[in-house]
């Protein structure tokens, strides 16, 4: 079974001598019985020879192999590539589907134990149950805060049980400092807000003192330092114009550019659409609620409307999912992350070649809103498109807006320049 995907002797030869080497023809039934792509399950044999040769390294035994190892694993890639991109390493796909098969057929020592009950993890669970019940944060805002938390925690009690006279205000500062230095400078301050609410979070429950916020470093950010990364609107047409004519990709292609370019939609709000957000007799579409807990309800241009009716006839996979963007490839699944959306922009962006520093899916929400501005639409109308719970948000599109900023400019003193 594995033949059929890995042609070459020894490559064939570097599977069979891995750790996992006789259940990796399970590995592959469980990925054809779900109707992954063949290369999708050459990149899942190829991921389990490295993580082998990873577990190899370190002497760990299959018998001691479990979800913390694979994450341990993770943070290993993670550290050697930290400018990659997603959760979670390429090299490290599929490892969790591959653990599940050991399980089911007995090849790993009974149910495993993974600290679910160490207070490490029980700290983390009340903590997650806090963010999403006490303060309502989105379910990716507590993703991520409980990512760095997780972090922290790993560096401070390596062997699972707290003890917190060692979270010191040196323990803060050096955590976040290593943090930020990973991130872009626009993200620096992503774990200074995840480790302020964790230190709320235990503030509240008593066992820090409150005092630990202080020590928690600002990072200097400018309000309105930078401006928005906006390409003009004849820009934004030759990226639509990109999508490829005539296949049912390019139908899927610019059905999600449109939702970004004419309405403005977010990354994450595109994978997060169903098929009853879609009402066509009304000609709207409503976009659920995340970022800012408000769901809100927009036009159906004709322009979008006949492109999603399109590629739901002749380019949606058939698929119980109500999702209205699924995986391209089998198996037929709802996207699991805004990156996938992002990727499809800067891949649009390069085809149209136009060149935009950091680009993504922000690109073309960005020139939205500055076209919207720029020909005079109120920053209440701006707000209410794009979702913004505050018009402060907004604000930022002002300094696109050259025709109006040059009638009250002052003028330059000794005379014009």
């Given at each position: 079974?594995?033949?059929?995907?890995?042609?070459?002797?020894?490559?064939?030869?570097?599977?069979?001598?891995?750790?996992?080497?006789?259940?990796?023809?399970?590995?592959?039934?469980?990925?054809?019985?779900?109707?992954?792509?063949?290369?999708?399950?050459?990149?899942?044999?190829?991921?389990?020879?490295?993580?082998?040769?990873?577990?190899?390294?370190?002497?760990?035994?299959?018998?001691?192999?479990?979800?913390?190892?694979?994450?341990?694993?993770?943070?290993?890639?993670?550290?050697?590539?930290?400018?990659?991109?997603?959760?979670?390493?390429?090299?490290?796909?599929?490892?969790?589907?591959?653990?599940?098969?050991?399980?089911?057929?007995?090849?790993?020592?009974?149910?495993?134990?993974?600290?679910?009950?160490?207070?490490?993890?029980?700290?983390?669970?009340?903590?997650?149950?806090?963010?999403?019940?006490?303060?309502?944060?989105?379910?990716?805002?507590?993703?991520?805060?409980?990512?760095?938390?997780?972090?922290?925690?790993?560096?401070?009690?390596?062997?699972?049980?707290?003890?917190?006279?060692?979270?010191?205000?040196?323990?803060?500062?050096?955590?976040?400092?290593?943090?930020?230095?990973?991130?872009?400078?626009?993200?620096?301050?992503?774990?200074?807000?995840?480790?302020?609410?964790?230190?709320?979070?235990?503030?509240?429950?008593?066992?820090?003192?409150?005092?630990?916020?202080?020590?928690?470093?600002?990072?200097?950010?400018?309000?309105?330092?930078?401006?928005?990364?906006?390409?003009?609107?004849?820009?934004?047409?030759?990226?639509?114009?990109?999508?490829?004519?005539?296949?049912?990709?390019?139908?899927?292609?610019?059905?999600?550019?449109?939702?970004?370019?004419?309405?403005?939609l977010r990354a994450g709000e595109v994978i997060r659409l169903r098929l009853d957000d879609i009402d066509w007799g009304r000609g709207c579409i409503r976009v659920p609620a995340g970022k800012t807990h408000r769901e809100r309800s927009l036009p159906?241009?004709?322009?979008?409307?006949?492109?999603?009716?399109?590629?739901?006839?002749?380019?949606?996979?058939?698929?119980?999912?109500?999702?209205?963007?699924?995986?391209?490839?089998?198996?037929?699944?709802?996207?699991?992350?805004?990156?996938?959306?992002?990727?499809?922009?800067?891949?649009?962006?390069?085809?149209?070649?136009?060149?935009?520093?950091?680009?993504?899916?922000?690109?073309?929400?960005?020139?939205?809103?500055?076209?919207?501005?720029?020909?005079?639409?109120?920053?209440?109308?701006?707000?209410?498109?794009?979702?913004?719970?505050?018009?402060?948000?907004?604000?930022?599109?002002?300094?696109?807006?050259?025709?109006?900023?040059?009638?009250?400019?002052?003028?330059?003193?000794?005379?014009?320049?």
């Amino acid at each position: 079974m594995v033949e059929k995907y890995v042609t070459q002797p020894s490559a064939r030869a570097r599977l069979q001598q891995s750790v996992f080497g006789p259940y990796l023809p399970l590995l592959v039934q469980s990925l054809e019985q779900a109707e992954y792509a063949a290369e999708t399950i050459r990149l899942h044999l190829r991921a389990a020879v490295r993580f082998s040769k990873w577990l190899q390294r370190r002497k760990i035994t299959l018998s001691d192999v479990n979800e913390a190892t694979v994450e341990g694993y993770v943070q290993h890639e993670q550290r050697k590539t930290p400018s990659s991109s997603g959760p979670r390493p390429y090299k490290a796909i599929g490892l969790r589907r591959l653990l599940r098969v050991l399980r089911q057929h007995s090849a790993l020592s009974a149910p495993i134990d993974t600290g679910a009950h160490s207070s490490v993890e029980e700290w983390l669970r009340t903590f997650a149950d806090y963010l999403e019940h006490v303060t309502g944060c989105a379910s990716t805002t507590r993703i991520n805060y409980l990512r760095n938390a997780r972090r922290l925690f790993q560096e401070l009690f390596a062997d699972g049980e707290v003890e917190w006279e060692k979270l010191t205000v040196l323990v803060l500062t050096q955590f976040v400092r290593h943090e930020a230095a990973k991130l872009q400078p626009s993200a620096c301050g992503q774990p200074v807000t995840a480790t302020r609410a964790l230190i709320r979070y235990l503030a509240f429950r008593g066992v820090v003192s409150e005092g630990l916020l202080g020590a928690v470093p600002a990072v200097l950010t400018k309000r309105h330092a930078t401006i928005p990364r906006a390409i003009p609107a004849a820009d934004v047409e030759r990226v639509i114009a990109s999508c490829v004519e005539g296949a049912r990709y390019g139908l899927r292609e610019k059905a999600i550019v449109l939702l970004l370019a004419r309405l403005g939609l977010r990354a994450g709000e595109v994978i997060r659409l169903r098929l009853d957000d879609i009402d066509w007799g009304r000609g709207c579409i409503r976009v659920p609620a995340g970022k800012t807990h408000r769901e809100r309800s927009l036009p159906l241009s004709q322009e979008v409307g006949d492109v999603l009716a399109a590629y739901l006839q002749h380019a949606r996979p058939t698929s119980v999912h109500r999702e209205l963007f699924l995986r391209w490839r089998p198996p037929f699944s709802p996207l699991q992350s805004s990156t996938s959306i992002s990727t499809l922009t800067r891949k649009l962006l390069r085809r149209a070649d136009i060149r935009v520093h950091r680009a993504g899916a922000h690109t073309l929400r960005h020139s939205l809103a500055t076209g919207l501005v720029c020909n005079g639409v109120s920053f209440k109308v701006v707000a209410d498109v794009l979702g913004h719970h505050a018009l402060a948000t907004t604000e930022i599109y002002a300094k696109l807006d050259l025709g109006s900023l040059s009638q009250v400019a002052l003028p330059w003193p000794g005379g014009a320049q």
